[in-house]
């Protein structure tokens, strides 16, 4: 199993641009989560879905959408980007019945 | 809302010595999970260890375990033996039982471990 992916690594986007964060697992979690983590900060959820064509929001959702088309993919969307969203952005799956989360490798995103 | 607490910003710990990271925690629940976290340079958010509230025994992974103080609402990792590969962040992390998997961050620990 890769685990969790996230695509890209690394993003700059110019104010006002759009674009998509992908996350994708293989492991049929049901629970995926996107997280945003500020510089010394912990990491504050953004939205998350409990399985496909299900998703809630968060702690922190606005200037963000998501979807859930399919088990695997949870991509995060940022329609109007502005510099308050450069962070690091997680993505996250658990198991059903597990209570530990298992985490991407992240995508740093600057917007200038 | 539950919140966490890690009043250390930054720890230091000399090789193959020990160190306690200290963890607090608000909540009103009696079903809950507690986590910490280990964040390299990488930033890769490495899981490394857990405990659920309903279970009185610490739990422990090989060098990490930790001191679960329900009443006090205390929560700290020891690590014990430290390695060069243990230098990282590490974040404390509270779940609730039940349905909501919402992860509630503490602000995170930098460890240093000097050779």
């Known amino acids: 199993n890769a685990g969790v992916t996230q695509t890209p690594k690394f993003r700059i986007l110019k104010i006002g641009q759009s674009m998509t964060l992908q996350c994708t697992q293989d492991m049929n979690h049901n629970y995926m989560y996107w997280y945003r983590q500020d510089p010394g900060m912990g990491l504050k959820l953004i939205y998350y879905s409990v399985g496909a064509g299900i998703t809630d929001k968060g702690e922190v959702p606005n200037g963000y959408n998501v979807s859930r088309s399919t088990t695997e993919d949870f991509p995060l969307r940022l329609e109007l980007a502005a510099p308050s969203q450069t962070s690091v952005y997680f993505c996250?799956?658990?198991?059903?019945?597990?209570?530990?989360?298992?985490f991407g490798p992240g995508t740093r995103l600057t917007v200038t | 809302a539950q919140t966490v607490t890690q009043s250390q910003p930054e720890m230091s710990v000399q090789e193959a010595e020990t160190v306690t990271l200290s963890c607090t925690y608000d909540?009103?629940?009696?079903?809950?999970?507690l986590f910490w976290y280990k964040q390299p340079p990488s930033r890769q958010m490495i899981l490394v260890i857990r405990?659920?509230?309903?279970?009185?025994q610490n739990a422990t992974e090989n060098r990490f375990s930790v001191n679960f103080q329900k009443a006090a609402k205390s929560f700290s990792l020891k690590i014990s033996d430290s390695q060069l590969g243990d230098a990282a962040m590490y974040f404390c992390?509270?779940?609730?039982?039940?349905?909501?998997?919402?992860?509630?961050f503490g602000k995170g620990t930098l460890l240093t471990v000097n050779p």
């Open positions: 996250a799956s658990n198991p059903p019945g597990r209570a530990e989360q298992y």
């Open positions: 992390a509270y779940r609730t039982g039940g349905s909501n998997y919402k992860l509630t």
């Open positions: 909540t009103s629940e009696s079903d809950y999970y």
């Open positions: 405990q659920e509230a309903y279970k009185q």
